[in-house]
Structure formats: C-alpha cells, structure tokens
C-alpha cells in the first residue's frame, strides 16, 4: 500500500470521527449561549426560546397553567387574557398592556419552569438557573418591544393566535355517546342538587353531621380598615387587573379570608400542607395546616373584578366501601370571593380541586339569569342570597370523609369542639416544590397531580374530560359534566347573574 493511499485512509478515518461526534451531540448544545456576550436579536432570542423550551420539555419540567403560542414562544395566556383577543386592535388604548401583560405572564411561566430544571437539563444550557432566567426576561422585553414598536404589522397575527381551547374534548364526547347520555347523567346531577340542598337546610337549622367540628381560623385576618382595603383595590392598569406589591396583595387575603370548619373523624379530614418527604413522595402535612392562594379575575359587564381563590388540601377522601368510585389521594376545598368595585363580596363560588361539585353563593345584589337549555349545568346554589358585608367573616363548612360543603354562612355556626390556625402560602409554591431531586410541580404535564386518579374517570370520560376526579391545577378545571362550563372562564359569573 502506498504511502499516499495511507494517507487518504487515514484522512477518511479522521473526518468519519469527527462527523460521529457531532452527530452525538444534542441541538441546544452546538449553540451554547455566551451569558457574557449575549446581544438581544430576533434570531437571537428566537434561538433562545426555542433552545430553552426543548430542554424544559426533556425535563418534564413544562409547566401545564397558562397556554403557550407556537408563534409567539414568549407570551403565556389564561383564559382571562386570552377574552380581551376578541377586542384588540393595533390602535386599541389597551394593546400595549395587554402585551406587556402576556410578556410579564410568560416571564413568570418560565422563571417557574427554569426553576424547576434538573442540573443535568441546565447543564445543557450551559448556564445556571439565573442566567437562564435573565435571558429570557432580557429576550421577552426585547420582543414584546419589537411588537409595540410596528403593532399595525404583527397585531393581526397575534390577535388571532391568543386562544385558550377548552377542557373538553369533543372526540371523547362523540365516541362516548354524549349526546343520548346528558339525559340519564341529567338526573344523577338533579339528585345531587336536591341532596347537598337538604344537607344545607338541616345544618343551617344546627343538625350537625357525625364527628368533632374543628375551625381552622386564618392565622392573620383584619388589622385593616375598609378604607385601606378600598384603597388597595384602586391598585389597577388599563385592564383592571392588579398593580398593587406583593404586600398589598397579601393584605386582600387575610382580609377577606374564610374559615373552614371541617367535621372530622380521622386524620383524612384535617387541612395540611403539601410536602414532599424523604422517598419524594407527595404527601400532606396536617401539623402544619395551610390554605394556598390565588389571585384572578373576572369580566363583568364592563368592569375587571378580583378575585381571591383559598384552597384547602386534605389528605384523601376515604373509600366508603369496595364499589366506591370516587374515592382516592387527596381531596379539598377551592374557596372563591369575587369582589365588587367598592370591595364588598359580589358572589363566591366553590369547587373541589378536581373542579367538582361547583356551587355558587350569590350576594342580594345579583340575580341568577334563567338556563338557556335544560340539559346543562348552570349555577347550583343550594341557599339563599347572602348578605353584602365588606367586614364578614364567611364560615365554609365541609362535611367528614367526602368533603362535600355543608354549609356556608356569614358566622360560626355553634361551639366547635377545636380552633386550629392556618397560615397562607402562595398557590406558585405547588408548582415549584422542593423535593429530594430539586425543585418541580406537583402537577403533570397535563395539569393534574399523579396518584389521585378516581375509578369515576371509567364512568365519566364521555363527558370529555380527563380523568374526571383527579386533583388537577389551576386553569384546568372544567366544572360541568352537562355542558362546558370552566372555574377560570373570564365571563363565567356575567353569563349566569345580573345585578338586581
């Protein structure tokens, strides 16, 4: 053999090598990011977010709340953004917040979802949890910027791109039959609705359920004047949505915090905080009761109203025998006060966290409007209207083992035979939890908290909704197995009450 033919052979092998070892090496990679260096660019940082979202979903640390965009990456969107879509234009007063709100929402999304990479994801991103979040909150001003600054060109695309689908799905409710099966679920909902209205009369006439009746009374509530309060809720922009800082926020709930009074005969009635322990196991811990809030909103005839959301974690709901379906990991109370503009209590509503069994408690200033069909779930309210007060004290009382409210009044019903305190934490905290790998969300990358299926989801999936019972995140609750009806849609209370 030559030497020249050596030599080619050689050549060959070498440049074989190198093209194996580049082909072994992931996409985020070859561009590893100078932190230093870095300039904001529209190629730039669409790299950026396409880079950091394929190593977010490898992770499984992608963050199942607000909705992204395939076309625009670095906007988030609930459902109450996402109403204003239908109302935009380039020249409207409002686009430049509303932007800038869809930016800010996606920073938030992505600080979570950052947070809760492993070392190993970051590793390919080849900066730390705080570098990464600053190029993206350097790339989202940018490009929300590049927006505002030629809305009359991208305005069109954009408004037509923020869409919030809904949480049914219609294949299911097709292939299941919906249309022959709303009749008979219709009268399994009129039996509940009669049931939980008879268990409200005899608890409000003082029949109280088995067990010891515990009060978990808020840690902190009042120390501030209606004045004060008042003031706070002035705190708003174009949209009518919050400005205040994180301690005027806090302020409004401890404000308005309920109490829960729970009928307890074992531990799985007991309030607790969500942990993780040593094997990263969810798991609650009633030594130390916490409820976690929300803030959200709602359009009514015009106007943006607040609204404050108090959840209630409790261990499980307990099988009342082999046949019972609705039993399982986990179970709570999602609390809702939706405020007037002068900050007395409009309406509250309730749901459990797997968005079941919404009920509504109208003030005397609202008037539910009429069903416009029969076979759809409208507004249950198994009392009557409650009294406008900006300074009460509202009692939610939930029944032992299925957690179903029992009642719900503007004062302590009787002598409780305990008083527990709880204390707030923000409901961002179940969704970047600690545990023995690092920070993630207790929910799935569909929103719902693994292990706490219910066998009802084998009954009910005709109703076009995921594993109906599980316990499931924010913005994903559909409340009606008749009809489409979602705790977050923005006009769901417009659509269903009037003021008198």
């Known amino acids: 053999m030559s030497t020249s033919t050596r030599q080619h052979r050689w050549a060959l092998l070498v440049i074989t090598i190198l093209f194996a070892g580049c082909a072994t090496v992931k996409e985020p990679s070859r561009g590893a990011v100078n932190f230093e260096s870095f300039s904001p660019e529209e190629t730039t940082c669409s790299t950026w977010f396409k880079q950091v979202d394929a190593v977010v979903d490898r992770d499984g640390a992608r963050d199942f709340g607000p909705r992204r965009f395939k076309s625009f990456l670095?906007?988030?969107?609930?459902?109450?953004?996402?109403?204003?879509?239908?109302?935009?234009?380039?020249?409207?007063?409002?686009?430049a917040t509303w932007v800038t709100r869809l930016g800010a929402l996606g920073?938030?999304?992505?600080?979570?979802?950052?947070?809760?990479?492993?070392?190993?994801?970051?590793?390919?991103?080849?900066?730390?949890?705080?570098?990464?979040?600053?190029?993206?909150?350097?790339?989202?001003?940018?490009?929300?910027?590049?927006?505002?600054?030629?809305?009359?060109?991208?305005?069109?695309?954009?408004?037509?791109?923020?869409?919030?689908?809904?949480?049914?799905?219609?294949?299911?409710?097709?292939?299941?039959?919906?249309?022959?099966?709303?009749?008979?679920?219709?009268?399994?909902?009129?039996?509940?609705?009669?049931?939980?209205?008879?268990?409200?009369?005899?608890?409000?006439?003082?029949?109280?359920?088995?067990?010891?009746?515990?009060?978990?009374?808020?840690?902190?509530?009042?120390?501030?004047?209606?004045?004060?309060?008042?003031?706070?809720l002035k705190s708003r922009d174009s949209l009518g949505m919050f400005t205040g800082n994180s301690e005027s926020l806090t302020a409004l709930f401890q404000f308005y915090a309920p109490v829960f009074l729970i009928e307890e005969t074992g531990q799985y009635d007991?309030?607790?905080?969500?942990?993780?322990?040593?094997?990263?196991?969810?798991?609650?811990?009633?030594?130390?009761?916490?409820?976690?809030?929300?803030?959200?909103?709602?359009?009514?005839?015009?106007?943006?109203?607040?609204?404050l959301n108090y959840l209630a974690w409790m261990p499980e709901r307990p099988k009342?025998?082999?046949?019972?379906?609705l039993a399982g990991k986990f179970d709570g109370v999602l609390?809702?006060?939706?405020?007037?503009?002068?900050?007395?209590?409009?309406?509250?509503?309730?749901?459990?966290?797997c968005g079941c069994?919404?009920?509504?408690?109208?003030?005397?200033?609202?008037?539910?409007?009429?069903?416009?069909?029969?076979?759809?779930?409208?507004?249950?309210?198994?009392?009557?209207?409650?009294s406008v007060d900006i300074d009460s004290t509202i009692t939610v009382t939930a029944e032992t083992r299925t957690?179903?409210?029992a009642n719900v009044s503007?004062?302590?019903?009787?002598?409780?035979?305990?008083?527990?305190?709880?204390?707030?934490?923000?409901?961002?905290?179940?969704r970047s939890m600690s545990s023995v790998i690092g920070a993630r969300s207790i929910f799935d990358q569909y929103g719902l908290v693994p292990g706490t299926e219910r066998g009802e989801r084998f009954l009910f999936w005709p109703m076009g909704i995921r594993s109906a019972g599980a316990m499931r995140q924010w913005g994903t609750h559909a409340t009606a197995f008749l009809g489409r009806r979602h705790f977050d849609d923005a006009f769901l209370i417009q659509e269903r009450f009037k003021r008198r």
């Open 74 to 95: 670095f906007l988030r969107a609930d459902r109450f953004l996402a109403s204003f879509s239908g109302d935009m234009r380039a020249d409207s007063p409002h686009f």
């Open 107 to 232: 920073q938030k999304e992505y600080r979570l979802e950052i947070g809760n990479l492993s070392s190993k994801a970051l590793k390919e991103l080849s900066l730390d949890k705080d570098q990464a979040y600053e190029l993206t909150r350097i790339c989202t001003d940018f490009m929300v910027s590049q927006i505002l600054s030629s809305p009359e060109r991208i305005a069109p695309e954009l408004i037509t791109s923020i869409v919030v689908p809904d949480d049914y799905s219609q294949v299911k409710r097709i292939a299941g039959l919906y249309s022959f099966l709303q009749f008979p679920f219709s009268g399994g909902i009129d039996k509940w609705h009669e049931e939980a209205t008879t268990l409200f009369h005899s608890q409000s006439n003082g029949e109280y359920g088995e067990g010891s009746r515990v009060a978990y009374k808020p840690e902190f509530r009042g120390g501030h004047s209606q004045k004060f309060i008042k003031a706070l």
């Open 270 to 307: 007991q309030i607790g905080e969500m942990t993780r322990d040593a094997s990263d196991t969810l798991q609650l811990e009633v030594n130390n009761p916490t409820v976690y809030t929300q803030l959200s909103y709602t359009r009514f005839y015009g106007k943006t109203l607040l609204q």
């Open 320 to 325: 009342s025998g082999v046949t019972d379906l």
């Open 335 to 353: 609390w809702r006060v939706t405020l007037d503009e002068d900050g007395v209590p409009l309406i509250y509503d309730a749901i459990h966290p």
């Open 357 to 386: 069994y919404h009920m509504f408690f109208p003030t005397a200033r609202l008037e539910m409007i009429a069903p416009l069909d029969r076979y759809v779930e409208w507004a249950f309210s198994p009392r009557e209207a409650m």
């Open 403 to 405: 957690h179903y409210l």
């Open 410 to 430: 503007e004062t302590s019903m009787g002598d409780e035979d305990m008083i527990k305190t709880y204390q707030l934490a923000p409901y961002d905290e179940l």
